[in-house]
């Protein structure tokens, strides 16, 4: 089976059965950190170039199209307490693409609040405070009690589709740090231990 053998105090290489390829870990901790920070970044620091490429497309293309679905306002910490918002703290699974919504929370936490950073829409907590109207089908005006209810109203489906996908992104880069950190899973076909290592396909052969 495979078995990871520290050549340094931070430097691991996994090291496979004969004929499997070496993988070098390098520094398992920093790696993890890289795979954290940018999805697929701590693979590229280990040399498994091809892995970081498609976790990096599949995890951030993933919440990218989440943040789409909700039209930028899926992904924000709430004010004044950050534990309001829950789903956040799963967002912030792939890293830095989520950290932009920490900055606009203090920025909101401002008295006055100061502008949005970005936009108006992107990563932004939502308001408490103020005159939140919009329209329904009918075309009826409806007052809203705050301007997440409003989001809510307006974005209908796509708010909650918006946000279960870029905690999927999350929880999947979690996958991704645990390979980073500990390397793939090998798994080898079952030995036989009716037989020794030593031993053959051979027949005895019969006498003639």
Known sequence: MAKQLPT????????????????DLKDPRLAAFLAWLVPGLGHVYQGRTGKGVLFFVCIVGTFLYGVYLG?????????????????YFFQLGV????????????????????????SDNFMRPPATR?????RDAAGQEVVHPDELAKWNHD???????????TIVAG????????DAFGGPLVIFPPVDKKKRPDQGDTKAEKPS
Not at 8 to 18: D, F, K, L, Y
Not at 103 to 118: G, H
Not at 155 to 165: C, N, Q, R
């Open 8 to 23: 340094t105090e931070s430097h691991v290489v996994v090291v496979a059965e004969p004929g499997e390829p070496e993988i």
């Open 71 to 87: 039209d930028g306002r899926v992904v924000y910490a709430s004010t004044p307490s950050i534990l309001t918002r829950w789903q």
């Open 95 to 118: 890293g830095l693409p989520a950290t932009p919504a920490l900055v606009q929370r203090e920025r909101a936490l401002d008295v006055p609040p100061k502008p949005p950073l970005i």
């Open 130 to 134: 103020g005159d939140f109207r919009s």
């Open 155 to 165: 974005l209908a489906d796509m708010f909650e589709m918006g946000t279960v996908y």
């Open 171 to 178: 929880l999947l880069n979690l996958l991704v740090i645990c």
